[in-house]
């Protein structure tokens, strides 16, 4: 019996990777059609009209007279996009965009499967296909932006970090040479195994998003807080010698960018739209206004970023680093001054997070003198997760737009308090992903020791 099920294993792990292909075409098709590719098709044509010879900021919309709003070097990386068909431009945004998103869940949901005795590969499809149906993915692989694309290349920077603290902690009880310095006599293919294995790309990823997008700029101020030097100024350079390349090859446009276009608030449209779910949008909705109030947006927005830095490095120091990303992806997206809805995309490992964190309440409380209060916090953890997940999904930023009274205001906002709740209050998990090295054997770390678990509930 156990052979015939060994036996028949492989055919099942088949049926069902067919089926999840078949239900991401099928989602696919029904996201482009719904949101008709509008972002993408702006860039686009931008582009298209840079490349005849106009500047590229100068194009507006025969519509929406809206502009666009990329840097310089993803005006670059949009150049392909604007040599073929709008459809197959949006497909192929769309498939490396699911691409990202499935490597990224890869590095995220499988170290929670395996550390409660699962199999990766059922979780990681599974939290594929919850994350589909979220708002976040649901608009920026409908309206063909690149969010996916970034946050894979910022999560690509965490396991970059997790791999070299790892290294480095081999290096103190292994024996022999140290893994961060490969010979020099072996060839290409050992060197690059060697760079892989040791993480020694972290800060690029960060440093591409940065380029490609304004607001992943925050990760590098995370990492000199928590005096990540290497990392930060790997991002830094990344940044650098991208902008001095589009300077090179563009330099009016360069320039317009961030003599101009860079400190437009409404650089996007206007700020009080119901898209908007940052603190400036709230505001400005609030104020009933077209603009935010600039000293008080620019208050909160100052709180909120100290607040999401000191939890973020508390995360840090307790060895959570997917947390500490976490909270920096979600203060960077409320704090801006437009952050649609398809920007969202930390939202995804906060649920995770939230999830692992009331199954770790539930493990505890099998253990004796655990009580009743931690089965109470791994109750709230999980319907935190819950009701999260359910605001992404059903999306009532939409439903309320332009409702009045407190309904409105709550609904209308739903996805900008959420964001600011987790800010203040998403757990970490002690110990679960450190980006410093660990001597497994006497629990020590080269320059500091882990804190003991505590309840993350406060900076």
Same mark, same amino acid.
Request: contains cysteine; glycine residues 10%; hydrophobic residues 55%.
């Given at each position: 019996?156990?052979?015939?099920?060994?036996?028949?294993?492989?055919?099942?792990?088949?049926?069902?990777?067919?089926?999840?292909?078949?239900?991401?075409?099928?989602?696919?098709?029904?996201?482009?059609?719904?949101?008709?590719?509008?972002?993408?098709?702006?860039?686009?044509?931008?582009?298209?009209?840079?490349?005849?010879?106009?500047?590229?900021?100068?194009?507006?919309?025969?519509?929406?007279?809206?502009?666009?709003?990329?840097?310089?070097?993803?005006?670059?990386?949009?150049?392909?996009?604007?040599?073929?068909?709008?459809?197959?431009?949006?497909?192929?945004?769309?498939?490396?965009?699911?691409?990202?998103?499935?490597?990224?869940?890869?590095?995220?949901?499988?170290?929670?499967?395996?550390?409660?005795?699962?199999?990766?590969?059922?979780?990681?499809?599974?939290?594929?296909?919850?994350?589909?149906?979220?708002?976040?993915?649901?608009?920026?692989?409908?309206?063909?932006?690149?969010?996916?694309?970034?946050?894979?290349?910022?999560?690509?920077?965490?396991?970059?970090?997790?791999?070299?603290?790892?290294?480095?902690?081999?290096?103190?009880?292994?024996?022999?040479?140290?893994?961060?310095?490969?010979?020099?006599?072996?060839?290409?293919?050992?060197?690059?195994?060697?760079?892989?294995?040791?993480?020694?790309?972290?800060?690029?990823?960060?440093?591409?998003?940065?380029?490609?997008?304004?607001?992943?700029?925050?990760?590098?101020?995370?990492?000199?807080?928590?005096?990540?030097?290497?990392?930060?100024?790997?991002?830094?350079?990344?940044?650098?010698?991208?902008?001095?390349?589009?300077?090179?090859?563009?330099?009016?446009?360069?320039?317009?960018?961030?003599?101009?276009?860079?400190?437009?608030?409404?650089?996007?449209?206007?700020?009080?739209?119901?898209?908007?779910?940052?603190?400036?949008?709230?505001? +400005?909705? %609030?104020?009933?206004?077209? !603009?935010?109030? @600039?000293?008080?947006? /620019?208050? &909160? *927005?100052?709180?909120?970023?100290? $607040?999401?830095?000191?939890?973020?490095?508390?995360?840090?120091?307790?060895?959570?680093?997917?947390?500490?990303?976490?909270?920096?992806?979600?203060?960077?997206?409320?704090?801006?001054?437009?952050?649609?809805?398809?920007?969202?995309?930390?939202?995804?490992?906060?649920?995770?997070?939230?999830?692992?964190?009331?199954?770790?309440?539930?493990?505890?409380?099998?253990?004796?003198?655990?009580?009743?209060?931690?089965?109470?916090?791994?109750?709230?953890?999980?319907? +935190?997760? %819950?009701?999260?997940?359910? !605001?992404?999904? @059903?999306?009532?930023? /939409?439903? &309320? *737009?332009?409702?009045?009274?407190? $309904?409105?205001?709550?609904?209308?906002?739903?996805?900008?308090?959420?964001?600011?709740?987790?800010?203040?209050?998403?757990?970490?998990?002690?110990?679960?992903?450190?980006?410093?090295?660990?001597?497994?054997?006497?629990?020590?770390?080269?320059?500091?020791?882990?804190?003991?678990?505590?309840?993350?509930?406060?900076?």
């Amino acid at each position: 019996m156990i052979e015939r099920a060994r036996a028949h294993r492989p055919a099942a792990e088949s049926v069902v990777v067919l089926l999840a292909a078949a239900g991401t075409l099928v989602a696919l098709i029904t996201f482009l059609h719904r949101y008709g590719l509008a972002d993408l098709r702006l860039d686009r044509d931008a582009v298209r009209s840079w490349l005849a010879g106009n500047a590229l900021y100068d194009y507006r919309s025969p519509t929406s007279q809206l502009g666009t709003a990329v840097p310089p070097p993803a005006g670059y990386l949009l150049v392909p996009a604007a040599l073929v068909p709008l459809a197959v431009a949006g497909w192929a945004l769309a498939l490396t965009g699911v691409a990202a998103l499935l490597l990224a869940l890869i590095a995220l949901v499988g170290p929670v499967a395996r550390r409660y005795g699962r199999r990766r590969w059922p979780a990681v499809l599974v939290a594929a296909a919850l994350a589909l149906t979220v708002e976040p993915v649901r608009a920026t692989l409908g309206l063909g932006d690149l969010d996916l694309v970034l946050f894979g290349l910022i999560t690509a920077d965490v396991v970059a970090l997790r791999r070299r603290a790892w290294a480095r902690s081999r290096a103190t009880w292994w024996p022999g040479r140290p893994a961060s310095v490969p010979p020099r006599d072996r060839p290409l293919v050992h060197l690059l195994r060697q760079g892989w294995a040791t993480g020694a790309w972290a800060g690029v990823g960060i440093g591409l998003a940065t380029a490609l997008a304004v607001s992943p700029g925050v990760f590098i101020v995370y990492l000199a807080v928590t005096r990540q030097w290497r990392t930060a100024c790997t991002a830094l350079g990344t940044v650098l010698t991208l902008t001095t390349g589009a300077l090179l090859l563009a330099p009016q446009q360069t320039a317009a960018w961030f003599g101009d276009v860079l400190w437009r608030l409404d650089r996007t449209g206007d700020i009080d739209r119901a898209g908007n779910q940052s603190l400036a949008g709230v505001l +400005a909705r %609030l104020y009933d206004s077209a !603009t935010t109030p @600039v000293l008080l947006w /620019w208050s &909160f *927005a100052l709180l909120l970023l100290a $607040v999401g830095l000191i939890r973020a490095r508390a995360a840090h120091a307790d060895g959570d680093e997917i947390a500490a990303f976490t909270l920096v992806g979600l203060t960077g997206a409320v704090i801006g001054p437009i952050t649609e809805t398809n920007e969202l995309v930390w939202v995804l490992p906060a649920v995770l997070i939230l999830v692992d964190a009331a199954a770790r309440q539930r493990v505890l409380s099998r253990r004796p003198l655990s009580g009743r209060a931690g089965r109470f916090l791994g109750g709230g953890w999980a319907a +935190a997760a %819950l009701l999260t997940y359910l !605001t992404f999904l @059903v999306a009532p930023v /939409w439903t &309320f *737009a332009g409702a009045g009274g407190v $309904v409105g205001v709550l609904g209308g906002d739903a996805y900008a308090i959420a964001l600011i709740l987790l800010v203040n209050a998403l757990p970490w998990r002690p110990g679960v992903a450190p980006a410093f090295p660990i001597n497994r054997w006497i629990k020590q770390t080269r320059q500091r020791m882990i804190p003991p678990a505590r309840r993350p509930t406060g900076s």
